[in-house]
């Protein structure tokens, strides 16, 4: 049996044993959406950054860097930042809230049915963005070296995800998650070695990839328009060398990646599963460990594909197997494809199944967010609010099933997209909605329902607009991220609406003193239902 699929198939298999094995533990909901609060930092840590490191950094960054040079380095500073930010001004405050699902802190920090509902259609969207990359990264991996159809591969991967979150749970999901990190880990320590080991250090990397110009021969069979890419120029350079048309979009994608972190739901939802906000702080920095390492890893993979691409087609030694992959994969398959050239079959094996691990760990996070919004969200909430606890889970369930068809829907009509590109833009969606929601609700007593609800709602329109009519836009405009716009609008209609209404939850000191009370481990959140005052109130209150 060729490698590739010995190792596909062990994790497929230990995916079953691990899913089959906490089946037992997702009979209620707190089992099924936080795996009964029980993960300390070293296990949640690592699904947190089996969460965050997703195909977009296994696969998408080295693309990136591939293609465009250390202009890619801005996706891994940003990742970073927000991670950190995250780590430090939410993951504690969020776990000693102590709920379910991220709507439930809209709709009890404000005591708000509608915030509750317009947080669920912010999580879908976020997650649509999000999944579809990740679905797409599957396919591509199981079309190009598997040999199957796009299609068959966008069917398989939701396939495997509706049974490992749907039969799992919370728990089986953040062991699965937790074990494919370390996967990945090990792989891209593996291709670490290799280079090194093959002497593709920096300075003979850099100098062939710097100073090559021309075409690169042999790869006009596999480009769109029949001809041989070029090496140089725009393509290929420093900081600012030609992804950017100017400071203002490079400002833009900053702000964008840095906060989005911040929002995205699948990360946040698991301070949720810890036991308390200290276990939570220690999660996400040992979460911001592990990516710092990847992110760095990724860079230099990045440019040793570009290397090999130069070399091996300027020598003719490139096999038509990786040059096609290089040239058809493009920005989103050059890891796999250096491990080939690096260490072979047994490698490639081993990378692939990395990959496979990182689709499958991120779009669990996706489907357990989503299905938390569905099921627990929207059924429980507004469609059965007496629903006992087996038909909570069971709604949950099959709010799996339902995003797995959506998922699959969305993968389908991705299929020539780029990884990091669409990563980018889930990013900049949770960073213009969820994102100052999330930073405000936590740290300023005076925020209300309807600057909360119209800071979402503005966010949402701003970034769904700049993202898919960008082209009405004015040249200058036509950002890739359009964080410089859309985020610092929604943080500022959060501010003027919430001064204009006035109208502060009440029990607002209480709901700051419970997030920001000394650890205790075990620590649950106490349902507040004081009434929303009157305005005159509300302002002395506030």
């Given at each position: 049996?060729?490698?590739?699929?010995?190792?596909?198939?062990?994790?497929?298999?230990?995916?079953?044993?691990?899913?089959?094995?906490?089946?037992?533990?997702?009979?209620?909901?707190?089992?099924?959406?936080?795996?009964?609060?029980?993960?300390?930092?070293?296990?949640?840590?690592?699904?947190?950054?089996?969460?965050?490191?997703?195909?977009?950094t296994?696969?998408?960054?080295?693309?990136?860097?591939?293609?465009?040079?250390?202009?890619?380095?801005?996706?891994?500073?940003?990742?970073?930042?927000?991670?950190?930010?995250?780590a430090?001004?939410?993951?504690?405050?969020?776990?000693?809230f102590?709920?379910?699902?991220?709507?439930?802190?809209?709709?009890?920090?404000?005591?708000?049915?509608?915030?509750?509902?317009?947080?669920?259609?912010?999580?879908?969207?976020?997650?649509?963005?999000?999944?579809?990359?990740q679905?797409?990264?599957?396919?591509?991996?199981?079309?190009?070296?598997?040999?199957?159809?796009?299609?068959?591969?966008?069917?398989?991967?939701?396939?495997?995800?509706?049974?490992?979150?749907?039969?799992?749970?919370?728990?089986?999901?953040?062991?699965?998650?937790?074990?494919?990190?370390?996967?990945?880990?090990?792989?891209?320590?593996?291709?670490?070695?290799?280079?090194?080991?093959?002497?593709?250090n920096?300075?003979?990397?850099?100098?062939?990839?710097?100073?090559w110009?021309?075409?690169?021969?042999?790869?006009?069979?596999?480009?769109?328009?029949g001809?041989?890419?070029?090496?140089?120029?725009?393509?290929?350079?420093?900081?600012?060398?030609?992804?950017?048309?100017?400071?203002?979009?490079?400002?833009?994608?900053?702000?964008?990646?840095?906060?989005?972190?911040?929002?995205?739901?699948?990360?946040?939802?698991?301070?949720?599963?810890?036991?308390?906000?200290?276990?939570?702080?220690?999660?996400?920095?040992?979460?911001?460990?592990?990516?710092?390492?990847?992110?760095?890893?990724?860079?230099?993979?990045?440019?040793?594909?570009r290397?090999?691409?130069?070399?091996?087609?300027?020598?003719?030694?490139?096999?038509?197997?990786?040059?096609?992959?290089?040239?058809?994969?493009?920005?989103?398959?050059?890891?796999?494809?250096?491990?080939?050239?690096?260490?072979?079959?047994?490698?490639?094996?081993?990378?692939?199944?990395?990959?496979?691990?990182?689709?499958?760990?991120?779009?669990?996070?996706?489907?357990?967010?989503?299905?938390?919004?569905?099921g627990?969200?929207?059924y429980?909430?507004?469609?059965?609010?007496?629903?006992?606890?087996?038909?909570?889970?069971?709604?949950?369930?099959?709010?799996?099933?339902?995003?797995?068809?959506?998922?699959?829907?969305?993968?389908?009509?991705?299929?020539?997209?780029?990884?990091?590109?669409?990563?980018?833009?889930?990013?900049?969606?949770?960073?213009?909605?969820?994102?100052?929601?999330?930073?405000?609700?936590?740290?300023?007593?005076?925020?209300?329902?309807?600057?909360a609800?119209?800071?979402?709602?503005?966010?949402?329109?701003?970034?769904?607009?700049?993202?898919?009519?960008?082209?009405?836009?004015?040249?200058?405009?036509?950002?890739?991220?359009?964080?410089?716009?859309?985020?610092?609008?929604?943080?500022?209609?959060?501010?003027?609406?919430?001064?204009?209404?006035?109208?502060v939850?009440?029990?607002?000191?209480?709901?700051?003193?419970?997030?920001?009370?000394?650890?205790?481990?075990?620590?649950?959140?106490?349902?507040?239902?004081?009434?929303?005052?009157?305005?005159?109130?509300?302002?002395?209150?506030?």
């Open positions: 049996m060729e490698p590739k699929y010995l190792f596909t198939l062990i994790l497929l298999a230990t995916i079953v044993i691990i899913t089959f094995a906490t089946k037992k533990y997702s009979t209620s909901t707190v089992d099924f959406y936080v795996g009964g609060r029980s993960f300390g930092w070293l296990m949640n840590g690592s699904a947190i950054a089996g969460d965050y490191l997703s195909a977009a296994f696969l998408g960054l080295a693309g990136l860097t591939f293609s465009l040079g250390y202009d890619g380095i801005f996706y891994t500073f940003c990742f970073s930042v927000g991670l950190t930010v995250l430090l001004f939410v993951a504690g405050p969020l776990r000693k102590g709920k379910f699902t991220v709507p439930d802190f809209l709709a009890e920090r404000f005591h708000s049915p509608q915030a509750r509902l317009i947080a669920v259609i912010v999580v879908l969207s976020i997650s649509g963005f999000y999944a579809a990359p679905v797409l990264g599957g396919a591509q991996i199981l079309q190009l070296f598997f040999g199957t159809s796009y299609t068959f591969g966008v069917l398989l991967i939701v396939s495997v995800m509706i049974f490992y979150v749907g039969v799992g749970g919370m728990k089986g999901t953040t062991i699965n998650q937790a074990l494919e990190i370390w996967i990945r880990f090990g792989a891209f320590l593996v291709l670490l070695g290799g280079a090194i080991y093959m002497g593709l920096y300075g003979k990397v850099l100098d062939v990839v710097q100073n110009s021309g075409a690169i021969p042999g790869t006009a069979a596999y480009a769109k328009d001809k041989d890419l070029v090496a140089n120029g725009a393509k290929w350079s420093f900081i600012g060398g030609g992804f950017f048309k100017s400071p203002l979009e490079c400002l833009s994608m900053v702000i964008g990646l840095s906060f989005g972190t911040i929002g995205l739901p699948h990360i946040l939802l698991r301070f949720y599963t810890n036991p308390s906000a200290k276990e939570a702080r220690y999660s996400a920095l040992f979460a911001i460990v592990i990516a710092s390492v990847f992110f760095a890893v990724a860079l230099y993979l990045g440019v040793v594909g290397y090999l691409f130069i070399e091996g087609a300027k020598a003719g030694s490139l096999s038509p197997e990786n040059m096609k992959a290089f040239v058809v994969g493009g920005t989103n398959m050059v890891v796999p494809t250096v491990s080939n050239i690096i260490g072979g079959k047994w490698l490639l094996g081993f990378v692939v199944a990395g990959a496979f691990a990182a689709v499958f760990s991120n779009l669990s996070g996706l489907f357990v967010a989503c299905s938390g919004a569905l627990h969200d929207l429980t909430h507004f469609i059965n609010k007496t629903a006992t606890e087996k038909q909570k889970v069971v709604a949950g369930k099959i709010s799996v099933v339902i995003i797995g068809v959506l998922y699959g829907i969305l993968g389908l009509m991705v299929e020539k997209a780029s990884i990091g590109h669409l990563v980018g833009l889930a990013f900049n969606v949770a960073a213009s909605t969820f994102a100052p929601i999330f930073l405000l609700g936590v740290w300023w007593r005076g925020m209300t329902e309807k600057g609800i119209w800071g979402m709602v503005v966010g949402l329109a701003s970034s769904c607009y700049m993202i898919f009519f960008v082209k009405s836009l004015p040249v200058w405009m036509q950002w890739r991220i359009p964080g410089l716009i859309t985020v610092p609008l929604a943080f500022l209609t959060v501010y003027v609406v919430s001064r204009i209404d006035g109208k939850p009440a029990d607002v000191n209480a709901f700051m003193k419970q997030i920001h009370s000394s650890d205790v481990k075990g620590l649950e959140a106490a349902p507040v239902n004081t009434p929303v005052p009157e305005p005159a109130a509300a302002a002395a209150e506030a």
